[in-house]
């Protein structure tokens, strides 16, 4: 079992490969399962670098990613987090769509962000007034639980 530590568009992840067979590998992303297939290619556990420490930086391609990826849309890059209060995602999915925009005023309940999770849309909802400050994500972005979306000032 083999652990790295990843950032990804700002984002950080815990990943623990479990196992490998040939091309597929059980992996844990932040502790969410996941089965990996390695297309054109076979994974050797001992051909993997050394597990990363705290605070080392880890090699720049993720092992880790989810076997099904959205095509990206055109799309502005992403903003930054902003300071003020983190909207997250509530679930793994994909950014279907941003309902906001920098600077715009929101109310509490509010859609923010729509995330695709298990061929079902979900409307993100801004969890207090306020203006928003920051947009960590663009359309077409995979997601973990717990990223953050937007943030509200």
């Known amino acids: 079992m083999k652990q790295y530590k990843y950032k990804i568009n ?11 067979n040939g091309n ?3 992996v844990e992303v932040n502790g969410l399962p996941f089965d990996v297939e390695m297309i054109g290619s076979t994974l050797v556990e001992s051909a993997l670098p050394d597990s990363v ?17 959205a095509p990206k849309a055109a799309a502005t890059a992403p903003m930054g987090a902003g300071e ?5 995602a509530p ?18 309940g509010e ?14 909802a801004a969890e207090n007034d306020g203006v928003v ?6 359309t077409g972005d995979s997601v973990l639980e ?4 937007i943030t509200i000032a």
Not at 84 to 88: I, L, N, Q, S
């Open 84 to 88: 003020g209060v983190a909207v997250k």
């Open 146 to 149: 717990g990223t953050v979306l």
């Open 24 to 26: 597929k590998a059980k």
């Open 10 to 20: 700002g984002s950080e992840f815990d990943v623990t490969i479990d196992s490998i």
């Open 133 to 138: 400050s920051g947009i960590a994500v663009q």
């Open 91 to 108: 679930l793994p999915g994909v950014i279907t769509s941003i309902k906001v925009e920098l600077g715009q005023s929101v109310k509490k």
């Open 53 to 69: 420490s705290e605070g080392a930086s880890a090699p720049v391609s993720a092992p880790a990613a989810p076997a099904q990826e």
């Open 111 to 124: 859609t923010v962000v729509v995330l695709e999770a298990m061929k079902m849309e979900n409307n993100i």
